[in-house]
């Protein structure tokens, strides 16, 4: 089984968070049949945990405890990489479902389309220019960890890649053997000792946890203030801006709801996320 | 599972590891060992890395599969909670014109384009085929999707499951007149259910198999789960130590992922952690048993929840998606598939069997089918000495039962060799050739 956990949405999306939602919803509502639109709906109103299903003929037969019982085969005092504190886990089910159906009849139908309008050159452009715009949440947050070197070498790519690429839409500075870095404000945040807290699916997002959703809104706060794309003040931007951001990046992320053919997709996804995360704030 | 990740990476590890298992390694078993191109004496190590990309086979065309999906069987009890697996879906390429088709059957938890069934593929579709991927009966899709019981295992039943829906399959493809004929093939379980699909073949005659592959098929599918649960013996500290193996692999990886510049975190990273420390041979055996009990996880938790059974999740009680089940993990992972089949498997099928726990064990065995497949000369078998899902005598059987049309070579571990050019052009010359 191979689980590729470049897991799912990333950090990108942290620009303009609120606005990407409302865009997102608009387009659900005008693109899908009812049907759909219930169905989604359907997935955060599934509450009723404790009512039996319906297993016929025996219908009268009681829950009995399993032939292999949690309390007599696993032990308790043992440390299980498994176990991750995840106190929402009913409500981030619910979310994980809404997004594979989010994805499944909204982001994979508009990257079919996507792919067919757009040249392979083009979208390559695409990627390179959103990859440079990261440099910069990555540059702050590198200077922030006090990690200077690290953060020349991230200025120096997003300049290179700025002028010869012009505006990132090409990416000389990986040709020039550049390192390129990944972090944000909850890696920030992890390197200064705050644990990762309870785990959280975000609608849309994806995997994440209350330490990187906080560093996801910072980020986003953050980005918003420099505005390198003046989006403020050119509004019309926004309409290009945000599809082309949500599709480059479900384009370019190898992950496929349901994919792992396993019924605990869930929480290996969780144990895979929360793993690379601990290696993210240590690299 | 998917043993394959070859890559450029992978390769650099190989020889590495190579060099320093081979002083370990006995001498030469059989005079074909000196000639035999396949380069890792290590049958643990073959098995996780497979054939290094140089000596692959290089194929002239790019396979491009297509996908679709059987519909959802009417009125089929499907629990919310795996609503996601409520069809089957397949994969087919086909030739642009009159050609044969074949079938090709995923191993223990395979899905029908994973790596080994999509190698298997393109050796196939280059060799002039028209090529179907079915996903293995033991993979949760088909378990929730088309099987009759749920409860994987059970080779005649599962054949005939398999059986139908070739048959769905073969009525929905496109083009279908430009089929001329069919043929079947299927690696590590799928090779056994492949064997048992061909006797289902002979006596209902849907497809008439033109030929039959078996590659590195479990021969008896007790012995060979016995050996995968053994595996995780390997585990230093046995399997209640599976946490710290684990968490001592992850932190392999961690060191290398800290030193590197990449910021993907994929399976090339976990050979190039091993690559800088190459495991032990316990540890490699390791590995393989943790890969094939998450299998065994899934397996065990779908037919489970199936079936309603109160095996891991108590009967009765409610699976919905929202539901948790982090516990029914945990608890999966500890449970083998040996456990899987005195506690649910036989007790579950006991009542349509005709015969003890042993007798049944055996009916799901090839040597069950000895006298079919000794007298059918469009099926070959293609086996390594050195596989790790064997046990003793299993070679011999094999050799004894099939002849000539038995390919036994001196290594490869489990699957580990047959994208190797010189292991394809055996099978692919028996697929392609007249009648024996």
Redesign the interface.
């Known amino acids: 089984?191979?689980l590729?956990?470049?897991a799912h949405l990333s950090r990108r999306f942290s620009w303009h968070y609120p606005l990407l939602v409302c865009l997102l919803s608009t387009g659900c509502a005008n693109n899908s049949a009812n049907s759909t639109t219930s169905s989604l709906y359907g997935?955060l109103q599934?509450?009723?945990?404790?009512?039996?299903?319906d297993?016929s003929p025996e219908t009268t037969?009681?829950?009995?405890?399993?032939?292999?019982?949690?309390n007599r085969?696993?032990?308790d005092d043992?440390?299980?990489?498994?176990?991750i504190s995840?106190p929402l886990?009913?409500?981030n089910?619910?979310l994980y479902?809404f997004n594979?159906q989010l994805d499944r009849w909204v982001l994979m139908p508009a990257i079919g389309v996507y792919q067919k309008v757009l040249p392979r050159f083009a979208r390559s452009g695409v990627t390179n220019f959103f990859d440079n715009l990261d440099d910069i949440r990555t540059g702050i947050n590198q200077l922030l960890q006090l990690r200077p070197k690290r953060a020349l070498q991230t200025g120096g790519r997003f300049l290179t890649n700025t002028t010869l690429g012009i505006g990132g839409l090409w990416d000389p500075a990986s040709r020039f053997n550049m390192?390129?870095?990944?972090e944000d404000f909850g890696q920030t945040l992890g390197h200064y000792g705050v644990e990762a807290g309870p785990y959280l699916v975000l609608p849309l997002f994806g995997p994440s946890g209350l330490r990187d959703g906080i560093g996801r809104i910072v980020d986003t706060a953050v980005l918003a203030q420099i505005d390198p794309l003046d989006l403020t003040d050119h509004s019309g931007r926004g309409y290009a801006y945000y599809p082309l951001l949500i599709l480059d990046t479900r384009a370019t992320t190898a992950f496929e709801?349901?994919g792992t053919?396993?019924?605990?997709e869930?929480?290996l996804v969780r144990m895979l996320y929360a793993?690379?995360r601990?290696?993210d704030i240590?690299? | 599972m998917t043993h394959r990740f070859v890559s450029t990476a992978l390769m650099a590890l190989v020889l590495t590891l190579c060099s320093s298992f081979a002083s370990a390694e006995e001498a030469p078993a059989t005079p074909s060992q000196d000639t035999f191109s396949y380069p890792i004496a290590n049958p643990f190590l073959a098995t996780i890395a497979g054939t290094p990309s140089v000596l692959a086979k290089q194929h002239a065309r790019e396979l491009k599969l297509r996908e679709a999906k059987l519909p959802e069987i009417a009125d089929r009890h499907i629990p919310k909670a795996l609503w996601y697996a409520r069809r089957l879906q397949y994969s087919w390429a086909m030739q642009d014109g009159n050609a044969p088709l074949i079938f090709t059957v995923a191993g223990t938890g395979g899905y029908h384009d994973g790596g080994t069934n999509k190698l298997l593929m393109e050796a196939f579709f280059n060799a002039g085929y028209h090529v179907v991927g079915i996903t293995s009966p033991s993979h949760p899709e088909f378990m929730v999707a088309q099987s009759s019981t749920a409860v994987p295992g059970h080779m005649r039943k599962d054949a005939a499951d398999l059986y139908r829906v070739m048959g769905e399959i073969a009525d929905r493809l496109p083009k279908r007149e430009r089929i001329s004929g069919y043929s079947l093939a299927g690696y590590s379980l799928g090779g056994t259910h492949s064997a048992f699909v061909a006797k289902l073949d002979q006596e209902q005659q849907r497809f008439n198999f033109d030929k039959v592959l078996l590659l590195n098929p479990s021969v008896s599918l007790y012995n060979s789960i016995a050996k995968l649960d053994r595996m995780l013996r390997n585990i230093p500290g046995g399997v209640d130590n599976l946490n710290g193996f684990f968490a001592d692999v992850v932190s392999r990886i961690g060191s290398v992922y800290t030193r590197s510049t990449t910021i993907e975190f994929n399976p090339d990273i976990v050979f190039e952690a091993f690559k800088a420390q190459p495991p032990s041979d316990e540890e490699l055996a390791a590995i393989i048993g943790v890969a094939f009990r998450l299998s065994a996880a899934n397996l065990i938790f779908t037919a489970d929840v199936m079936n309603d059974f109160g095996f891991i999740k108590p009967s009765r009680q409610k699976l919905r998606r929202k539901t948790e089940r982090s516990h029914y993990l945990e608890v999966a992972l500890r449970v083998g598939f040996t456990d899987y089949f005195h506690d649910f498997f036989w007790p579950f099928h006991a009542d349509s069997f005709d015969g003890d726990r042993n007798a049944f064990a055996e009916a799901q065995s090839l040597p069950h089918l000895k006298d079919f497949l000794s007298n059918s000369p469009h099926i070959a078998v293609v086996h390594n000495l050195d596989d790790v899902i064997l046990v003793p005598g299993e070679i011999e059987f094999l050799k004894n039962t099939f002849g000539n049309r038995a390919f036994i070579y001196p290594r490869g571990g489990h699957l580990g060799n047959l994208a190797l050019a010189e292991t394809q052009a055996d099978y692919i010359g028996f697929l392609t050739g007249g009648a024996q």
Do not use: C, W
């Not at chain 1, 037969?61 to 949690?70: E, G, S, V």
């Open positions: 089984m191979t590729t956990i470049n997935y599934d509450t009723d945990e404790t009512q039996l299903e297993f037969r009681r829950t009995a405890d399993p032939l292999y019982n949690a085969v696993v032990l043992v440390a299980d990489p498994l176990d995840d886990e009913p409500l089910r619910a479902s594979a390192p390129k870095y990944d709801y349901f053919g396993s019924p605990f869930y929480e793993k690379k601990e290696l240590v690299k």
